[in-house]
C-alpha cells in the first residue's frame, strides 16, 4: 500500500502544491490533498493545522505544506507536540532537515522557490533518512519543557 501524504497549502501556495500534489503520485505516493482549492484568499493556520494534527495524531508518517514565505505555516505546525515542520528553500535545507532534524513536515516558501525547484526540495526531503547517532539526542531535546 501507497504512503499517504497530507499536503496543505494557502493561496500563495495553491499553484506550487498542485504540482507536488502530481510529483507525489508520480512518485508512487497517494497525496491527501487538504486544500486549498481555489486561488481565494485563506488563512494559513488552517491547513497547517489541518496537516500537523494527522502527524501528530500518527494518521501519517509525514506531510507537507506551502505558505508564501514558510514562515506563517511553520509557526502554526510546530506548535503540535511530536512535529518538526522545516522550512526548505533549496535540496540540500531539505537533506539536512531529514539528516540532523528528523523533519517529519515539509514547508516550501512558495513565494521563492520555482516550480523546479520545488519539485528538486521535495525529492530530496523524501528521499534522505535521518542520520540518528548524536543528532537522536538532540532532537529529543527539543520536546523538553523550555527552561
Ligand atoms: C499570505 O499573503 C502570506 O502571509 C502567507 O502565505 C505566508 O507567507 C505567511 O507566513
Known amino acids: ?21 502530481e510529483e507525489l503520485r508520480a512518485l508512487g505516493y497517494e497525496p491527501l490533498d ?12 488552517d491547513l497547517a493545522h489541518e496537516v500537523a494534527s494527522r502527524v ?16 506563517g505555516m511553520s509557526y502554526a505546525a510546530n506548535r503540535h507536540p511530536g512535529v518538526r515542520a522545516a522550512v526548505a528553500w ?4 531539505a537533506r539536512l532537515a531529514r539528516q540532523h532534524n ?3 513536515i515539509l514547508i516550501l516558501p512558495a513565494r521563492f ?15 534522505t533518512e535521518f542520520a540518528g547517532g548524536r543528532h537522536s539526542r538532540r532532537v ?7 527552561r
Not at 494518521?59 to 514565505?69: I, P, Q
Not at 533549496?90 to 535545507?93: G, L
Not at 529529543?140 to 523550555?146: C, G, H, N, S, W
Request: hydrophobic share 35%.
Open 1 to 21: 500500500m501507497s504512503e499517504v501524504i497530507p499536503i496543505g497549502s494557502d493561496h500563495a501556495g495553491f499553484q506550487l502544491k498542485a504540482r507536488l500534489v
Open 34 to 45: 487538504l486544500g486549498t482549492h481555489s486561488p481565494e484568499s485563506v488563512d494559513y493556520p
Open 56 to 71: 501528530e495524531h500518527q494518521s501519517a508518517r509525514r506531510g507537507v505544506l506551502l505558505c508564501g514565505s514558510g514562515l
Open 90 to 93: 533549496a535540496p540540500e535545507v
Open 102 to 104: 528528523d523533519a517529519n
Open 113 to 127: 522557490v520555482s516550480e523546479e525547484e520545488g519539485v528538486d526540495i521535495l525529492r530530496a526531503w523524501l528521499q
Open 140 to 146: 529529543a531535546k527539543i520536546e523538553q519543557e523550555p
